[in-house]
């Protein structure tokens, strides 16, 4: 990867629906060459692939809760539960396992304050290996990739 490679993938991260002949443009290439650097960064996995951002607000889910979570299982069976049943709610945006305490990263997206606590109480705390959440309301995002 060299200099025009990651000036196709800042281009591309700010607009993933630039056609070749723009993105080409703005790195100072020929239509052909680009759509050839940027094939090759899709076969080699650094383009991973492409996506629309959602606004969160326009879809009523602009409430946005960070929770810790550490779980009393110390089991593969019951952790790879734990982690499929999580990850399969909806509300649930990211998801992550850490090393140390707390054992989890949760990123929830709901509409407001009795939705959060719907999803707290009848799913995240009713799982049997919840051992203790801890919740963090985002006041204001600064910085996201999108």
């Not at 993105?23 to 094939?39: F, N």
Request: hydrophobic residues 40%; contains cysteine.
């Amino acid at each position: 990867m060299d200099a025009i490679d990651s000036q196709i993938l800042f281009h591309l991260r700010q607009d993933g629906r630039l056609t070749n002949v723009e993105v080409a443009k703005r790195v100072g290439l020929t239509p052909p060459s680009c759509l050839r650097r940027v094939k090759r960064l899709e076969e080699v996995g650094i383009i991973a692939g492409y996506r629309a951002v959602i606004d969160p607000d326009a879809m009523g889910r602009g409430m946005e809760v960070l929770v810790d979570v550490e779980i009393y299982a110390q089991d593969r069976k019951t952790i790879e539960e734990f982690e499929a049943t999580i990850a399969s709610y909806d509300e649930v945006v990211e998801f992550r396992r850490l090393y140390g305490s707390p054992h989890y990263f949760v990123r929830v997206a709901v509409a407001n304050n009795a939705a959060y606590e719907t999803f707290l109480m009848d799913k995240l705390t009713g799982h049997p290996a919840v051992q203790r959440l801890e919740s963090h309301l985002t006041m204001k995002t600064i910085k996201a990739e999108g």
